[in-house]
Every structure is written in C-alpha cells, then in structure tokens.
T-cell receptor, first 119, second 108 residues
Framework: QVQLQESGPGLVKPSQTLSLTCTVS??????????WSWIRQPAGKGLEWIGRIYTSGSTNYNPSLKSRVTISVDTSKNQFSLKLSSVTAADTAVYYC???FGEGAFDIWGQGTMVTVSS | SYVLTQPPSVSVAPGQTARITCGGNNIGSKSVHWYQQKPGQAPVLVVYDDSDRPSGIPERFSGSNSGNTATLTISRVEAGDEADYYC???????????FGTGTKVTVL
C-alpha cells in the first residue's frame, strides 16, 4: 500500500529556508486524482495545513503562509517538496506530508519529521 | 477565514458514548472529516465525508453533520480511544483546508 516518508534537516537557522521532501512509495504519485499536502503541528498545538500540489503542478497555499511557501513535485522521483522561507521560531513544528482523496480527507500520512528553528 | 471550534476536552467512562462537536458557519454544507491522533503519532482518518468510515475503523465511530455543527460519536468507548480528535473541512471561499481546534478525549 502507499506510504509517505518525510525527510530533511531537523535544524534550520532563523531567516533561512526550511526544505523538506516527501517520498511516496508503494504507488505512483501520478496515479489517481490525488492532491499531496504538507501539514504541520507545533508541540502541544493543533494541526495547520500548509499547502498542496497536484501532479500537474497546480498548487494552493494557506493564505497565512502563502508569501513564504513553495511546494513542488518531481514525478520522476515520486516525490514532492516543501520550501518555507524566512523561518522563525514560530515555524518550529512536526511537519507531515499527506495524501488527499475524495472530497478532501487526508487518508494517508507520513510519520512526521520534527523541524526546529534555532541558531 | 473559516473557523472550526471544538471543545478542548471530553471525558467519558469506558463503555459509554463520547460526542465531540465541531462548530462552523453553515458547516452542514461542507464535507467534514475527523482524525484521531495519539501521542507521538501521525493523525489517523476515522470518519470522512461526514459519516463514512475508512476500512479498518470500527463501527463504534460515526459522524453526522447539520446546520452549524458536525459531531463525531464514539460508542462503547474503550481505553484505546483516548486521543486527540480533529475535525477538518475544505474552505472553498479561500481554497484551503481548515482543521478544528482539537478535542482531547479522556477515558475515565
């Protein structure tokens, strides 16, 4: 079955760019009508959707983060990626990648990766 | 932007029924999805499209949605149901997903 795995640096300096990759295994990222999303969760807090991408390259972003977020897809590698620029301590969180199906539910999630913003 | 409001906590005795509400303006017109999240784990989808269950989710989990409130109901609560629960919708007015504030379910 399809599985997702996040990867990337666990520590990023303030003002720099956070970069993460989600690798899709067990199926093609291009098959089916799926959107691929990034979601984050600060410690002890709730879930925040960051943005999504379709395999055509079409994207949507959370308005509160839109100016700093870029999500891209590499179908040849079965991966999609997140870049979040000008990070601050407020961007410290567990970052999840997830697959959306149907009317907008996230049915498959990665295990999450902790990213700390600190000098 | 669209806001989803959940009670911070719900406590329930084993074998009883837990009801978790998710309030939003005219939420009944949207498809609501629910997730269970245990400490240190990724969220798991337990109800989608208001009331459907993914395969592997017990029938004890059910959902409803009408007016300004969606509800996740957990029947015959077990100790293993203790977790945080989040509702979620797609806000078409701003083209983005919104999560509820989350509810911690404690099994007494």
């Amino acid at each position: 079955q399809v599985q997702l795995q996040e990867s990337g640096p666990g520590l990023v300096k303030p003002s720099q760019t956070l970069s993460l990759t989600c690798t899709v295994s067990g199926g093609s990222i291009s098959s089916g009508s799926y959107y691929w999303s990034w979601i984050r969760q600060p410690a002890g807090k709730g879930l925040e959707w960051i943005g999504r991408i379709y395999t055509s390259g079409s994207t949507n972003y959370n308005p509160s983060l839109k100016s700093r977020v870029t999500i891209s897809v590499d179908t040849s590698k079965n991966q999609f990626s997140l870049k979040l620029s000008s990070v601050t301590a407020a961007d410290t969180a567990v970052y999840y990648c997830a697959r959306r199906f149907g009317e907008g539910a996230f049915d498959i999630w990665g295990q999450g990766t902790m990213v700390t913003v600190s000098s | 932007s669209y806001v989803l409001t959940q009670p911070p906590s719900v406590s329930v005795a084993p074998g009883q029924t837990a009801r978790i509400t998710c309030g939003g303006n005219n939420i009944g017109s949207k498809s609501v999805h629910w997730y269970q999240q245990k400490p240190g784990q990724a969220p798991v989808l337990v109800v989608y499209d208001d009331s459907d269950r993914p395969s592997g989710i017990p029938e004890r989990f059910s959902g409803s949605n009408s007016g300004n409130t969606a509800t996740l109901t957990i029947s015959r609560v077990e100790a293993g149901d203790e977790a945080d629960y989040y509702c979620q919708v797609w806000d078409s007015s701003s083209d983005h997903y919104v999560f509820g504030t989350g509810t911690k379910v404690t099994v007494l």
